[in-house]
Nanobody
Framework: QVRLVESGGGLVQPGGSLSLSCTAS????????MGWYRQAPGKEREFVAR???????RYADAVKGRFTISRDDAKKTVYLQMSALTPEDTALYYC???????????????WGQGTQVTVSS
C-alpha cells in the first residue's frame, strides 16, 4: 500500500508564487515517473508536469516557463514550484507516482488526495 500526501496549496494573488510538495510512504522499492495533474471546477483533469527517474522533465504548454518540477528520491518527494500564477491556474492539484512495491514487481500509478490552489486578488 502506497500513500501520497500533498501539501503547499493555498490562496495567492495573480503574479504570485506557490510551491507544492508530495511525499510517498508505504511499501516502495522504486519510484519511476513522478508528476502533477490538476482539475479546475467543471473541467477534466489535465496533465501539468512530469519528471522521470533520469530527471527527464515534461510540461504542459500552459505552464512552460512558469512551473518547475523536481524530485528528491531519498525523501520520496516530488515538488512543483509555480510562479507568475494566473486565475487560470486555479485548480485542485494532484500528484502521482509510478511505484514498484518490490523488486521485480510491475509498477503502478498512485495518486494523492489533491491540494487546492486558488489564484485570486
Amino acid at each position: 500500500q502506497v500513500r501520497l500526501v500533498e501539501s503547499g496549496g493555498g490562496l495567492v494573488q495573480p503574479g504570485g508564487s506557490l510551491s507544492l510538495s508530495c511525499t510517498a510512504s508505504g511499501l516502495i522499492f522504486n519510484i519511476y515517473n513522478m508528476g502533477w495533474y490538476r482539475q479546475a471546477p467543471g473541467k477534466e483533469r489535465e496533465f501539468v508536469a512530469r519528471i522521470g527517474l533520469a530527471r527527464t522533465m515534461r510540461y504542459a504548454d500552459a505552464v512552460k516557463g512558469r512551473f518547475t518540477i523536481s524530485r528528491d528520491d531519498a525523501k520520496k518527494t516530488v515538488y512543483l514550484q509555480m510562479s507568475a500564477l494566473t486565475p487560470e491556474d486555479t485548480a485542485l492539484y494532484y500528484c502521482y507516482m509510478d511505484v514498484a512495491a518490490k523488486q521485480g514487481y510491475k509498477s503502478t500509478d498512485n495518486w494523492g488526495q489533491g491540494t487546492q490552489v486558488t489564484v485570486s486578488s
